[in-house]
């Protein structure tokens, strides 16, 4: 409050109204702290509202993981027979010829473009199981369009 003290300072005349200015100025000071109190307040629980927010936007649950999974498969025309979420050490998913998908746990809390790529690849991979230019393409053109 340094600003205060000054002010407090400047207005400290010799006169007989010196007094009350004072007196006013504690008023206002102290309203001024309330108020930068009561800001600080909302300005904190406004950062951590949008952080809850960016957390919540960024992370799925399993379900919703699996219905967006299925979702992708209708655009892209395949028909996953099982689909798996479970930690995996090397990878972030893994396809089996069977139709049976399997999706790294710590994918549910990768950004939404990141998820879409990595389920894309893997349904595609039902479709075409190398990655050669016809891969490529299809996994490029279905990402763009959305
Ligand atoms: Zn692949």
Not at 27 to 45: A, Q, T
């Amino acid at each position: 409050m340094g600003v205060f003290d000054n002010l407090e300072k400047a207005l400290a005349f010799d006169s007989k109204d010196g007094e009350g200015v004072i007196e006013n100025l504690d008023v206002l000071k102290n309203r001024f702290r309330e108020l930068i109190e009561e800001g600080k307040k909302e300005y904190l629980s406004l950062g951590r509202e949008l952080m809850e927010d960016k957390k919540i936007e960024q992370s799925v649950s399993a379900e919703i993981f699996k219905a967006k999974v299925l979702a992708w498969a209708k655009k892209i025309k395949v028909k996953p027979m099982e689909i798996h979420i479970r930690p995996m050490k090397r990878k972030w998913a893994s396809s089996s010829s069977q139709g049976r998908l399997t999706f790294d746990v710590e994918l549910l809390k990768q950004p939404a473009k990141f998820r879409s790529k990595v389920v894309v690849h893997e349904l595609l991979h039902l479709k075409i199981p190398n990655h050669g230019p016809l891969f490529r393409s299809l996994a490029k053109a279905l990402l763009s369009i959305r």
